[in-house]
């Protein structure tokens, strides 16, 4: 399914006219990223309490798997590739296990150990030329998830080449905010939803009691709601190339890079997935980038529970077949406030 308009990025909507105070939100920089959470309560002190868990739950698997963090396991794992295995927590393990399969799944359009090319491309300003060639293949050539090694006997994790790396950018913060809400919504609360910098899931319902609104905008009117999802419990993940990327020589390269080849990848602008959980959704809006929009949407027609929405470089609109018409509604032009999803998520460092 088709339809022209222009780039969407999309917008967290309370729709509840009456009742606001009972939704009390934070936001902070965790992860090196932009996270709100948000929690529905008439009890101020509750719904604080749950916050404040998140946020703590947020902070522990950051030192887990942060690679900046030179004291974290991630981080020994790399010291040691190519030298030996590290044997790491179970819940670590466990994400990498994970990630490989999706790994396996997309054909290597999701890959760790993509962070073998974090010091060749640079979207901060400073990259004024291409990078050499020999330096994006000399990269390239130490990205390969089979050749992370898993023993489950003794937990642990061997990059079998030296100067391979792995990263969490494209399934660490879907993860995080998976952990966080869980924790949320055990402790009391009418809802809850956490935005990891557009890895967005939500439980309950919100302040009005009604399922959570996922408002669709055009950037170029960013007032104006073009249509609008209801989404219960479930995570919505967006990734796209229209706030971090670097033109050089009148061509425009986005921060999202194909592991296959080292090279930013074209032919999309956003990606969103809708499924269960936010770190599956997380992986799979990458993936789709990486792919592309006939290999992408093949693959999510393939899996069962999951939706698609993208948009191309031609600013074209087109879905999943498992999300029909009538999941998007008419616009919503009467609510409260209106949240912003960044889109930083992708893979990169």
Request: charged share 25%.
């Amino acid at each position: 399914m088709i339809r022209y308009i222009s780039s969407l990025i999309l917008l967290f909507i309370s729709l509840s006219v009456i009742g606001q105070s009972e939704s009390h939100t934070k936001t902070l920089l965790l992860m090196g990223s932009r996270f709100e959470l948000t929690a529905i309560s008439p009890d101020q002190n509750k719904a604080s309490a749950a916050i404040e868990a998140g946020i703590a739950e947020i902070k522990r698997i950051e030192k887990l798997i942060s690679s900046w963090d030179s004291k974290s396991q991630t981080s020994l794992v790399n010291k040691n590739a190519g030298i030996k295995p590290v044997v790491v927590d179970q819940e670590l393990f466990n994400l990498i296990r994970r990630s490989l399969k999706i790994s396996k799944l997309t054909r290597g359009a999701f890959d760790i150990s993509y962070a073998s090319v974090d010091k060749i491309w640079r979207f901060n300003g400073e990259m004024t030329e291409l990078p050499d060639s020999s330096k994006v293949a000399a990269s390239v050539a130490k990205i390969n998830y089979q050749n992370i090694i898993l023993n489950p006997e003794k937990r642990s994790i061997f990059l079998a080449k030296e100067g391979m790396k792995i990263g969490f950018g494209a399934i660490g913060k879907g993860y995080a905010a998976n952990k966080a809400l869980d924790i949320m919504s055990k402790m009391d609360l009418k809802g809850a939803l956490v935005n990891a910098s557009g890895d967005l899931i939500s439980w309950g319902k919100d302040e009005g009691g009604k399922d959570w609104k996922i408002g669709i905008i055009n950037p170029k009117q960013k007032e104006k709601v073009f249509s609008w999802l209801n989404i219960n419990e479930t995570a919505l993940v967006t990734s796209g190339n229209y706030e971090r990327f670097v033109i050089i020589n009148g061509q425009r390269y986005s921060h999202i890079i194909d592991p296959r080849t080292g090279y930013p990848v074209r032919g999309l602008s956003s990606v969103s997935i809708i499924c269960p959980n936010a770190e599956l959704a997380d992986a799979l809006a990458t993936s789709v980038f990486v792919l592309g929009k006939d290999k992408g949407l093949d693959l999510i027609n393939r899996l069962k529970g999951i939706e698609c929405l993208l948009i191309t470089d031609k600013q074209e609109l087109f879905t999943s077949d498992n999300l029909h018409l009538d999941y998007i509604q008419k616009p919503i032009t009467n609510h409260k406030y209106q949240i912003k999803i960044g889109n930083e998520h992708a893979q990169k460092k």
